[in-house]
């Protein structure tokens, strides 16, 4: 059985030398909701706080909030990145990360030496990496170019392979932190509707993005992070309507981009279910 349980889970992430005294003492004394703290010579940092939630078999959820909000180290400790600081991670089910397309490619080897080391990194068979390679080769429109280094090809041409490789797998879970822009408009549809593919093999799905579109468009449910701490978890389209109406109030209060009041960022005890 496929599943995610995440109980009372905490993450503190020191950051050593801290060179200047005065600096820390603007980000201490500037930071709201506690996200910061002092020990001897380093600060810490609350990236995660309490945080408990389920997945099961079917869900698809989106991961929304602000920049620092924690989106990302929580699909490092589902990934089993980061440890936690305290709580437990259950994960059941055989989990795939698309955090780093490019992870394992060499610029010195040409693309389709990339294909056959990147596929067997992302853990599929030599069997598999060849008979998907036709695919591939349709999918990135690179041409003669896939005989050529790495070095030789230009940003969006490295992404577009990387992307090909990447989403060939059919994972029990797959975690994804932010969509990846792979080319112009046209091309971007055609990525876009393969990792829709890629999703729908997938058992569980979670997935951080700023984009509320693509967030409606791949889930049925959303876990809305603020200050490391979860303040809703539940239906898709209820998490989105109270964290867009919330921004609104925020934007409507705020002043000053750095000097926020502390009860913008208050966090009930326990997260609001909605669903």
Known sequence: MV???????SVDIPVYDVASASLRK?????????????????????????????AHDGDRIGLIGNNGSG????????ADVYPPTS??????????TMFDATLGMYEDSTGFENIRVSGILWGLTHAQVEASMDDIIEFTELGDYLNLPLRT???????????????????????????????DAGFYQKAYSRLQSLVRRSRILIVASHANL???QLCNKALWLRNGELVAYGDVGSVLEAYRTDAQKDNDAQTDPI????DDFTVKEGAASLS
């Open 87 to 96: 709580g437990t991670v259950d994960v059941k089910g055989r989990v795939s």
């Open 259 to 262: 000097q926020t009041s502390g």
């Open 3 to 9: 599943a995610i349980r995440v109980n009372d889970v």
């Open 153 to 183: 090809y230009s940003a969006g041409m490295k992404l577009r392979l990387a992307f090909a490789i990447a989403t060939l797998r059919a994972p029990d879970i797959l975690l994804l932190d932010e969509v990846i822009g792979v080319g």
């Open 71 to 78: 989106k990302t180290t929580l699909l490092r400790v589902l």
């Open 26 to 54: 603007l980000i201490l004394g500037r930071t709201v909701g506690g996200r910061f703290a002092q020990t001897g010579t380093h600060v810490i940092i609350n990236a995660l706080k309490n945080i408990t939630f389920e």
């Open 214 to 216: 693509i967030i409606q």
